[in-house]
T-cell receptor
Framework: SQTIHQWPATLVQPVGSPLSLECTVE??????LYWYRQAAGRGLQLLFY??????ISSEVPQNLSASRPQDRQFILSSKKLLLSDSGFYLC??????????FGQGTRLTVV | AQSVAQPEDQVNVAEGNPLTVKCTYS??????LFWYVQYPNRGLQFLLK??????LVKGSYGFEAEFNKSQTSFHLKKPSALVSDSALYFC????????????FGQGTTLQVKP
């Protein structure tokens, strides 16, 4: 069966520090991969999605970037965090054309 | 542009009463529609989907949703609400023209009172 791993669960980082959040999927190949941010327990903002290795679509201009170095690995990064980057970050995967499955999320607090 | 709207921030119902959580969408091409539920500080759990076929789809925990193409809606329903249904609910959509881009509505908090 397929599983998704997202870590860490919580993270406290100072302003100006770098960020790397990793997400990996097991038990499938060539999945769609997603990064979302959820602010204050409300809506999910699509940050990046990828339909294959080397194919990254960015939805919102921001202080973040994403990479997909392997088929089932999706990394969210920042060179210098801002206070406004705080939030709940969710990784997800889907087989093409059907429902997505989510990781447990990372609570990022920038101080 | 592709969008999903959930017009109600919160829905309050009494336990045992029917519930409806509303969702409308705007896409080019045919929509692929989904409902998810989120409990505090957790990831999202899939409830049900409409891809094609019958307009009424049934999902987990007794939930169902009706796809209405003319009204571009996909409302979530349950005949008899439980207190344990209280959570944050999200509607989501792909377009058949871009099945990589999955976007979500703003979420609706469902509060079921005993």
């Amino acid at each position: 069966s397929q599983t998704i791993h997202q870590w860490p669960a919580t993270l406290v980082q100072p302003v100006g520090s770098p960020l790397s959040l990793e997400c990996t999927v097991e038990g499938t190949s060539n999945p769609n991969l997603y990064w979302y941010r959820q602010a204050a327990g409300r809506g999910l903002q699509l940050l990046f999605y990828s339909v294959g290795i080397g194919q990254i679509s960015s939805e919102v201009p921001q202080n973040l970037s994403a990479s997909r170095p392997q088929d089932r690995q999706f990394i969210l990064s920042s060179k210098k965090l801002l206070l406004s980057d705080s939030g709940f970050y969710l990784c997800a995967w889907s087989p093409h054309n059907t429902e997505a499955f989510f990781g447990q999320g990372t609570r990022l607090t920038v101080v | 542009a592709q969008s999903v709207a959930q017009p109600e921030d919160q829905v309050n119902v009494a336990e045992g009463n029917p519930l409806t959580v509303k969702c409308t969408y705007s896409v080019s091409g045919n929509p692929y529609l989904f409902w998810y539920v989120q409990y505090p500080n957790r990831g999202l759990q899939f409830l049900l989907k409409y891809i094609t076929g019958d307009n009424l789809v049934k999902g987990s925990y007794g939930f169902e949703a009706e796809f209405n193409k003319s009204q571009t809606s996909f409302h979530l329903k349950k005949p008899s609400a439980l207190v344990s249904d209280s959570a944050l609910y999200f509607c989501a959509c792909y377009s058949s023209g871009n099945t990589g881009k999955l976007i979500f509505g703003q979420g609706t908090t469902l509060q079921v009172k005993p």
